[in-house]
């Protein structure tokens, strides 16, 4: 992990430069919150291919990459549209077989990302007596040593290529701060190669000098910072703006077969204009209404 | 179907339900997309448990509360929060440490007659016929929390089966003993709530077993909707619904814009009793 | 770790009725920021012994409870009085070789407590090469797996009878509210059976809500909070008050001998009517003064 | 001891040495009582590394920057910092990461011909003629930062000796590429910087070496208060001296209350020269 020295600061597509076909992507944000989205579609729209994902509990960054025909694998703690049902193109390669699959869990991912965070081979974890280490043997294995009176399991370091992140604003330096919880985005940056943040607001240094606790990333993590106002649309970005409800459930409802979710990829990541094209087809007043909560009273 | 639920919904009164088993001083954990549970663990803070702590798994925050049921990871729950815990130091205690938590509340696609749980897949692994949403924490909190509950809003044959076809929560195993056999600490489901009834596990076999059902519920009906043998006790009692005060208080101070209602209706056969 | 029904607010002596002679204690703080006094002059007063210490990088803590005979061996990751020197009568202690000492550093600790935590037998941490394994084998033993480019060591897991810590306030829940760093504090409080903290104040519960990013031991850790304002004197409580660089050179001084730290202790610690005492002994101007920053201009 | 050191005091010249030495971006740790160091960070922050990246080890706040110099762990740069980590996740990289930090810096009791570190004990450890205060972080960023800086207050033959009793930070070890046959990973002692002189490690013994002498050191004090060979070059450059600029800016944004001229003078011999 090397720093630049230079502002970190960068444009979109100068920041996915750093993404290669093939690499191991990890994804962070929780569900619907803080999804690095407008990293995601950049990568449509460059046609990034065979990814290898690494996505923390998500729903739609995983999930359109995964319709885009970006990913050959995906490591698999959660992929859920919770009240809106299961994740739609996930759901369909996974069931037709041309998706990979690690499944994985809560203490692999953890045990995984730290062994990373920290250069150690492996982590420890408990067995709990799940399936997982049958359908991912790479992922699980019986550990060499078992002692202390549970049986215990070794879990191969994580250590993803790209860590894509979203943040609420972030400075020059590149110190990216969140109004929300972290999840796992520290530890998934403290175990990643290269990391870029996406940030809805670019302040000076002394807003985040300010409330030096809500920098969540601090520059020392971070190698590329994108500045993309509603970057985690069609999600919500904590504190910023809420999810879109409707959005989410068109993009559910495009989901039905690949040739309707082409048609919504055409339009929401392939089109010409990029980020600025795409703000203006969600709409003025449906970002507002967004800002204001999620409904105009 | 319970034949009179007139004056609350089925979210109501599974949280009911699961608020009555918790006691003061206990500490769970609620995770995603988790209305019920929240509402289930501020309502026993509200009732019987004033100490009781829960935490929002991914979001770290503890017994946020304002009467208002938001979804565990919202931002907005910081502000009403005791404390925000980073994940990251939160893991070594939800997936790590033995009986850090008293109890957690889970759904899942599937359960079985052990209480195991299942949210990966139906059908076989690698082609299954529905690709669910994925283990995330269940593994851990089934495998490591004193009890859990299961809590579903479905009571049919697809979701209750003779075994799940992916253990991603370790219930009661192949039953008996098998759970601490295995090397898991004491613990597994403690009662499974359900549109149905109550349900929990014979402490021999470890096999669900009938605890009451709810009003207007048969026997038959409960046989006809579950994929493998409930255990039967001589006399089945009735489930106590909600009473006054518990859906005065739900309603009052956890609740008060009527999420519960809103998003777990009873099912739609019962849609015209319930309103 | 269980948790009690009724407010954790206790009294001292109450609080301190769980440590019994011969536990293994850890300490919070970080050398004179957030040192448990008051809970440590109870220990004396109470007349503990055969304490195994396990203290966090410290100064007068493990130090006034090594003068005063209460403990039979510490572990050793730093303890210091920085600008005023070695820190008296450890140091005296470890010289006459009457002190066991268990010397670690900070992986050691890290390693065995966050495997104390997480309730696993041992930890993984680099081989340093330094001569700690050598001087203490059991605390750092070669990995019996040796792999990832790197020699290996296993720590032993860490799991503290008793943990005393310091905040700055709490509420009745046992919140406990911190206006400067953690340090090893919470770390310690996950990996211990039994937590026992002071506070300089008991607030509402809505103080505590009103910034719940200050809450760094969340009641769920807590067994007991003590309420002792300037309970972290002559250390600083960050954030209330400044350490005491007087009374801690007079420490120091009455620390030359056996003898002369006796008449500290008794005048001191083991006096009759406990911190109120000890208040009055300071004066009112002098925890004035620290409240004021530590100079009155 | 220097003859013309009047203008600037010990712990001045030391920050600006090691100021100079720092690269624009680079990553470092600050520990507890370590005022000289936090001034070279900021210091070399506010001259030619603006993005040079420091953090308080115990505290986690990140480059906090008013113009005094705070004990590190003070909680009053909380208020001054771009980031407050917290320790339980800094370990990670603090004791586990290999060349995280680009450098650390680093006092100790004593040091040695390779440059490796005690701050533990001076004789045995089971019978020490002096306990000093511990490892703490030394071990891990002597072992795994890219470089770290050896930083004495004092140059005599009780801190310069043959072989540290206590090794507790890792240096080149037993000279040549021991470091590395142990299996650490490349770095070790960069410049060890003290009253006397500043002092570097040849490449293929690794054994110290004269880089500069202050002004109006000889050769023959820095030998007499060393206690083994140094390697000396053919012609002993003399030290660059604070300039003005560097000392104006030193005073006038990083330590303006003077906490190193108070805390840092000259050692005695010196001090009539320097004031």
């Known amino acids: 992990m090397a720093t630049t020295k230079q502002s970190k600061i960068v444009d979109l597509d100068t920041a996915l430069s750093a993404v290669e076909d093939g690499m191991t992507v990890g994804i962070g944000g929780w569900i619907f919150h803080g999804q690095p989205m407008a990293l995601i579609r950049g990568l449509v729209r460059r046609g990034a291919r065979d990814l290898r994902l690494v996505?923390?509990?998500?729903?739609?960054?995983?999930?359109?990459?995964?319709?885009?025909?970006?990913?050959?694998?995906?490591?698999?703690?959660?992929?859920?549209?919770?009240?809106l049902g299961l994740a739609p193109n996930f759901r369909r390669a996974a069931q037709s077989g041309t998706l990979g699959v690690l499944e994985m869990d809560g203490p692999g991912i953890a045990g995984g990302l730290r062994a990373g965070a920290c250069d150690l081979p492996y982590g420890l974890i408990p067995d709990l007596g799940t399936d997982l280490p049958t359908v991912n043997p790479q992922g699980y294995r019986k550990a060499r040593i078992q002692e202390g009176?549970?049986?215990?399991?070794?879990?191969?370091?994580?250590?993803?290529?790209?860590?894509?992140?979203?943040?609420?604003?972030?400075?020059e330096e590149g110190n990216v701060q969140y109004f929300g919880s972290g999840y796992f985005d520290l530890l998934m940056a403290q175990a990643a190669k290269h990391v870029i943040c996406s940030v809805d607001r670019l302040v000076p240094a002394s807003t985040v000098r300010h409330n030096a606790r809500l920098t969540k990333i601090p520059s020392?993590?971070?190698?590329?910072?994108?500045?993309?106002?509603?970057?985690?649309?069609?999600?919500?970005?904590?504190?910023?703006?809420?999810?879109?409800?409707?959005?989410?459930?068109?993009?559910?409802a495009a989901s039905r077969d690949q040739a309707s979710f082409d048609a919504y990829l055409a339009d929401h990541a392939r089109q010409a204009g990029g980020e600025a094209a795409y703000r203006d087809r969600i709409g003025a007043n449906a970002l507002a209404t967004l800002s204001a909560g999620g409904a105009v009273p | 179907m319970p034949a009179s639920t007139a004056g609350f919904a089925l979210g109501e009164m599974l949280a009911v339900l699961l608020a009555r088993d918790m006691a003061d001083g206990e500490k769970a954990i609620v995770g995603t997309n988790s209305d019920i549970q929240v509402a289930a663990c501020n309502l026993a803070r509200q009732r019987h448990a004033p100490h009781l702590w829960w935490v929002s798994g991914p979001g770290g925050m503890t017994n946020p509360t304002e009467g208002v049921v938001r979804p565990a990871a919202d931002a907005e729950n910081i502000a009403v929060a005791q404390a925000v815990m980073d994940l990251p130091q939160m893991i070594d205690f939800i997936d790590w440490k033995v009986h850090f938590f008293d109890f957690a509340i889970l759904g899942a696609l599937q359960t079985d007659r052990f209480g195991n749980i299942n949210t990966v897949c139906v059908g076989e692994h690698a082609r299954p016929r529905l690709r669910g949403p994925g283990t995330v924490g269940i593994s851990a909190l089934c495998g490591l929390s004193r009890r859990f509950y299961i809590m579903m809003t479905r009571h049919d044959r697809g979701a209750f089966v003779p075994r799940v076809d992916f253990v991603c929560g370790a219930g009661h195993l192949e039953g008996g003993s098998s759970r601490t056999d295995f090397g898991l600490p004491e613990g597994g489901p403690r009662l499974a709530v359900t549109p149905l009834g109550v349900f929990d596990f014979e402490p021999a076999s470890k096999a669900m077993r009938?605890?009451?059902?709810?009003?207007?519920?048969?026997?038959?009906?409960?046989?006809?909707?579950?994929?493998?043998?409930?255990?039967?006790?001589?006399?089945?009692?009735?489930?106590?619904?909600?009473?006054?005060?518990?859906?005065?208080?739900?309603?009052?101070?956890?609740?008060?814009?009527?999420?519960?209602?809103?998003?777990?209706?009873?099912p739609r056969a019962e849609r015209k009793a319930v309103r």
């Open chain 1, 55 to 83: 996505p923390a509990p998500g729903s739609v960054a995983p999930d359109m990459l995964i319709g885009a025909g970006c990913v050959r694998e995906t490591a698999c703690v959660f992929i859920s549209f919770e009240h």
């Open chain 1, 220 to 252: 020392a993590f971070v190698h590329a910072v994108v500045v993309t106002p509603f970057g985690a649309h069609p999600g919500c970005s904590p504190g910023l703006y809420a999810q879109d409800e409707a959005h989410l459930a068109a993009y559910v």
């Open chain 1, 149 to 171: 009176g549970r049986p215990l399991l070794e879990v191969p370091a994580i250590k993803p290529d790209i860590v894509l992140l979203h943040g609420q604003q972030a400075d």
């Open chain 2, 210 to 266: 009938i605890r009451s059902l709810h009003d207007g519920v048969t026997l038959e009906e409960v046989r006809d909707n579950t994929g493998f043998d409930l255990l039967v006790p001589d006399t089945i009692p009735r489930t106590t619904p909600p009473d006054t005060e518990e859906l005065f208080m739900l309603r009052r101070a956890v609740d008060t814009t009527g999420v519960l209602a809103a998003k777990f209706p009873w």
